[in-house]
């Protein structure tokens, strides 16, 4: 009977280690397809950009805006499956964090352009002084993008998203609000988690990689997440980051 408890034993664990590899293997070769997938994408964007540029008829210019909106979508998606692939291989998303006297300007840019593709929701922006900030531009714009996003497509739609940021004692927080179904207590725990969704029984937008990258980025910086949610209130995401622990590059 040991013997064979021994053997049951190995045999589990040479499966385990079989998985454990073939798992790895999928996550690079996710990283390897991504990162090949941007020169044509970059090509496609490119040259509707340079389409638009030219006097066309309405219907080719309509065309051709999809297609430049569509490709920059694709390209959205790659670089979420990218930095999904960049954290789960341990090398986690990379930031260059730099004294920041932009930053506002750079958060109302990211507001902007989400208003853009959605016209006919309400954002409101309310930002402080952030002038002391040091961070990585790019990523807070990137993860301000996912939040945002996050809030239009399972907030409520005829309800304003709010944006905030500011400093206090100390500490850079940027948060984004949405009124509408509250996320369940169940749900709560495993939002960060890849591939996860706010609301159980709506559609999946996107590849539900949103909200763990904007986790991985608050990580990075040595600040953190944090999210409330009540029928009263609606959900509020936060990201926090004592400035003190970010240095500059």
Do not use: W
Not at 14 to 37: M, N, P, S, T
Not at 62 to 85: K, M, N, W, Y
Not at 218 to 225: E, V
Request: proline share 5%; glycine share 8%.
């Amino acid at each position: 009977i040991q013997i064979e408890s021994e053997e049951s034993y190995q045999a589990t664990e040479a499966a385990l280690l079989e998985e454990r590899e073939v798992a790895d293997l999928r996550e690079q070769f996710i990283a390897v397809l991504g990162h090949d997938l941007r020169n044509p994408l970059f090509a496609i964007t490119a040259g509707a950009q340079l389409l638009l540029r030219k006097p066309r008829g309405d219907k080719a210019r309509t065309i051709t805006e999809h297609i430049l909106a569509s490709g920059r979508r694709a390209t959205q998606l790659v670089e979420d499956v990218l930095d999904f692939a960049r954290g789960r291989l341990g090398a986690g998303i990379s930031i260059n964090p730099q004294p920041c006297p932009d930053l506002a300007q750079a958060l109302m840019h990211v507001v902007d352009e989400v208003q853009r593709v959605h016209p006919q929701r309400q954002i409101q922006l309310r930002i402080g002084n952030l002038q002391d900030v040091v961070c990585d531009r790019e990523r807070i714009g990137q993860l301000l993008s996912n939040l945002v996003s996050n809030a239009i497509n399972h907030g409520e739609s005829e309800g304003a998203v709010t944006v905030t940021a500011n400093v206090s004692d100390g500490v850079f927080s940027l948060s984004v609000h949405n009124l509408g179904e509250p996320i369940a207590p169940q749900v709560l725990g495993q939002l960060f988690r890849p591939f996860s969704r706010p609301v159980a029984g709506k559609s999946r937008v996107g590849l539900g990689l949103g909200l763990y990258i904007a986790d991985q980025i608050a990580r990075a910086h040595g600040g953190y997440m944090d999210v409330l949610s009540t029928a009263a209130a609606g959900t509020l995401f936060t990201f926090r980051l004592p400035l003190a622990a970010v240095n500059p590059a």
